[in-house]
């Protein structure tokens, strides 16, 4: 299968006109409920607060709920692209606060059961999209399918979710092994939620950092924890991104904290570091399946 035109002009960063590098980042957790859209939300909304051009991707279709949480009524989602209902440009929305998102649609078809050609046909929406952008959060469906895993091998960086319940801290062991060990991804960021204190955070990342270095090749960096935060609820019950709602919350502090520190992060070696990258790395295994 042709890969679709790679646009080798929109690599030149710092022209007019032309995108400048995209930094991708998936938000993972092999377990549900963990808190992986809060935190998507919240860190895509941080990374507006600083000044960064962001779009927040929501690509769980079983269970979408980014719009929900920020309170959106999307006229297209991600769903009516794969039907080839509309364009992808067509389903961003611009939140109150800046933050461009593209929903998915709940209850539609699972990214799992995507064909490779409509993998393909959204790597030919996405380039089409003409929009100037620093930074993509792509929050992902709970579990290690399919669609999970080829999303964060396609990210740059992939933020694991992790809070203190034992099904959580297996089930992120089981996604970081897979990822390591089927995917190639070499480094994971580790994110403890609705931790009690520091302390509590800091134990969660030494658990799994412990077994990962026995047992995987993969380098684990303890990106920080989040507090268990009531402000966050009501935030949700609102509709706003904590952050927004009620900025000197425990949780927005924390959100703005690692929102500032991965801005800092180094890309990858060999990273090109723009959408059609992300998007060249998520339909690679489709165009195998192909051939
Ligand atoms: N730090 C926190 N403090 C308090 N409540 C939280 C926190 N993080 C998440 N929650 C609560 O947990 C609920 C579930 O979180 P969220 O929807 O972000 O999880 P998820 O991992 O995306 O779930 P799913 O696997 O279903 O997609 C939220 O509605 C919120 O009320
Ligand atoms: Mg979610």
């Known amino acids: 299968m042709q890969s679709p035109d790679p646009h080798p002009s929109a690599a030149a960063a710092g022209q007019p006109g032309v995108p400048g590098p995209v930094r991708v980042i998936a938000v993972a957790s092999g377990k549900g409920g963990v808190g992986k859209t809060s935190v998507s939300v919240n860190l895509?909304?941080?990374?507006?607060?600083?000044?960064?051009?962001?779009?927040l991707l929501d690509t769980d279709l079983g269970l979408a709920n980014v719009?929900?949480?920020?309170?959106?009524?999307?006229?297209?989602?991600?769903?009516?692209?794969?039907?080839?209902?509309?364009?992808?440009?067509?389903t961003v929305i611009q939140a109150p606060n800046g933050l461009m998102v593209v929903p998915a649609a709940s209850g539609k078809r699972h990214m799992t059961e995507l064909t490779p050609a409509q993998h393909v046909g959204l790597v030919h929406a996405f380039s089409q999209l003409d929009l100037d952008l620093d930074v993509m959060v792509v929050d992902n469906a709970a579990g290690i399918a399919d669609g999970v895993l080829t999303f964060c091998q396609a990210a740059q960086d992939v933020i694991v979710v992790v809070c203190d319940e034992p099904a959580s801290v297996t089930d992120a062991y089981a996604l970081i092994k897979v990822l390591s060990r089927d995917r190639g991804v070499a480094r994971v960021q580790v994110l403890a939620n609705q931790v009690q204190d520091q302390r509590e955070g800091r134990q969660l990342f030494d658990k799994l950092e412990r077994v990962s270095s026995r047992f995987l090749d993969v380098?684990?960096?303890?990106?920080?924890?989040?507090?268990r935060d009531e402000w966050l609820r009501r935030a949700v019950q609102r509709q706003e991104p904590v952050v927004d709602a009620f900025p000197s919350a425990p949780s927005s502090v924390a959100f703005r904290d690692i929102a500032r520190r991965s801005r800092q992060w180094q890309s990858p070696a060999g990273a090109r570091g723009h959408v059609e990258f992300f998007l060249e790395r998520l339909v690679a295994p489709a165009r195998g399946a192909m051939a």
């Open 219 to 227: 380098t684990l960096n303890y990106l920080g924890a989040i507090p």
């Open 44 to 55: 895509a909304a941080a990374m507006v607060a600083a000044g960064q051009r962001t779009l």
């Open 67 to 90: 719009d929900v949480m920020l309170g959106l009524a999307p006229r297209h989602t991600l769903a009516d692209v794969f039907a080839d209902r509309c364009e992808l440009r067509d």
